[in-house]
């Protein structure tokens, strides 16, 4: 139930800004239309999972997680940038309050 919440949490957030959000879209098309066929649920297959039919969905995975990476590197500089402002304020803030004192 968790992995479905986490799949529409994603397709919401590729769709709601889709410019923004390209490599992500195509994460998941390349993940979800290839296996459609697979899973059975329009047709019979006459196999089971097999390799063969997970090839292009385990791209989407790759290209998913490589999203992923891309994605939490962006958040965790700014998060960095952040806090190394905020740093360099506190300094500048004891500066001034010495100054203040002498």
């Known amino acids: 139930l968790s992995a479905y919440a986490a799949l529409g949490g994603l397709v919401y957030k590729g769709l709601s800004r889709p ?3 390209r490599g992500l879209l195509e994460a998941l098309a390349w993940g979800a239309f290839p296996f459609v066929p697979a899973s ?22 790759c290209l998913l997680c ?12 700014v998060r960095v ?22």
């Not at 940038?81 to 002498?102: I, L, N, S």
């Open 19 to 21: 410019i923004e959000n």
């Open 81 to 102: 940038r952040v806090h190394e402002r905020v740093e360099a304020f506190k300094a500048k803030e004891e500066t001034r309050r010495r100054a203040k004192q002498a």
């Open 40 to 61: 059975m649920v329009f047709t019979r297959v006459g196999t089971l999972i097999a390799e063969r039919l997970l090839y292009l969905p385990s791209l989407g995975f």
């Open 66 to 77: 490589g999203w992923l990476v891309f994605y939490v590197e962006g958040w965790l500089h």
